[in-house]
């Protein structure tokens, strides 16, 4: 494990979250983050990347509009902004790391990015 993901807990449907990932061991500065979750018995959903710089992200479109990555380098934190969370959004969420953002966000996204955190359990009761 080599990016510790945080910020998970219960929440009410509607409200907000937010996830912080860092790393003691890589300079996060250097490389893209990106965030997955996975659902009890679906499998890992890519959500979103942002470059290194934090001057380009894209989002898949089941949270487009509703969840936002960001980043402070000085702070070598990224984060996932959750808003309107909806029972759907249950999940375990894992930051992960690569030198640049894979092109597209699918199911097989995750094959690329071979830096990742131990996730942080997101539950939105209803």
């Known amino acids: 494990v080599q990016l510790q993901a945080s910020g998970g807990g219960l929440v009410q449907a509607g409200e907000s979250l937010k996830l912080s990932c860092t790393s003691s061991?890589?300079?996060?500065?250097?490389?893209?983050v990106a965030w997955f979750r996975q659902a009890p018995g679906k499998e890992r959903e890519a959500l979103s990347c942002?470059?290194?710089?934090?001057?380009?992200?894209l989002y898949a479109d089941s949270v487009k509009g509703r969840f936002t990555t960001s980043r402070d380098n000085g702070k070598h934190t990224a984060f996932l902004q959750m808003n309107r969370l909806e029972p759907a959004d249950t999940a375990v969420y894992y930051c992960?790391?690569?030198?640049?953002?894979?092109?597209?966000?699918?199911?097989?996204?995750?094959?690329?990015?071979?830096?990742w955190g131990q996730g942080t359990l997101v539950t939105v009761s209803s």
């Open positions: 992960a790391s690569r030198v640049i953002c894979t092109t597209r966000l699918n199911n097989e996204s995750q094959d690329h990015y071979g830096i």
């Open positions: 061991v890589i300079s996060l500065d250097h490389y893209a």
């Open positions: 942002i470059d290194s710089r934090g001057t380009s992200s």
